[in-house]
């Protein structure tokens, strides 16, 4: 079973940058549809970009523009290289196989006033 582990998480200034990284094991993120997500407290985890062989990459309307997923198939691992930072992208962020798996600790990312 593929397993995945987030990390590159931590502060960032409004307009700022910053980028995640999603090492994958079990499994190549080059054969597999990988999905990055974000959850904030007291709401559900929501679907942020995905990265797939077949489909190419697609990403919700609230980061479109600003965020960038790719993989680097050498290192076995997604990144999510997010731009023009806004406070409300503030959420613990996760990434997953679209077709479902175990969810890792996730990568906290912040804005700092």
């Known amino acids: 079973q593929v397993q995945f582990v987030e990390s590159g998480g931590g502060l960032v200034q409004a307009g700022g940058s910053l980028r995640l990284s999603c090492a994958a094991s079990?499994?190549?993120?080059?054969?597999?549809?990988i999905g990055w997500y974000r959850q904030t407290p007291g709401k559900q985890r929501e679907w942020v970009a995905q990265i797939s062989p077949i489909w190419g990459t697609r990403y919700a309307d609230s980061v479109k523009g600003r965020f960038t997923i790719s993989r680097d198939n050498a290192k076995n691992t997604v990144y999510l290289q997010m731009d023009k930072w806004k406070p409300e992208d503030t959420a613990v962020y996760y990434c997953?196989?679209?077709?479902?798996?175990?969810w890792g600790q996730g990568t906290q990312v912040t804005v700092s006033s």
């Open positions: 997953n196989s679209l077709s479902g798996g175990s």
């Open positions: 079990g499994s190549t993120v080059s054969s597999n549809a």
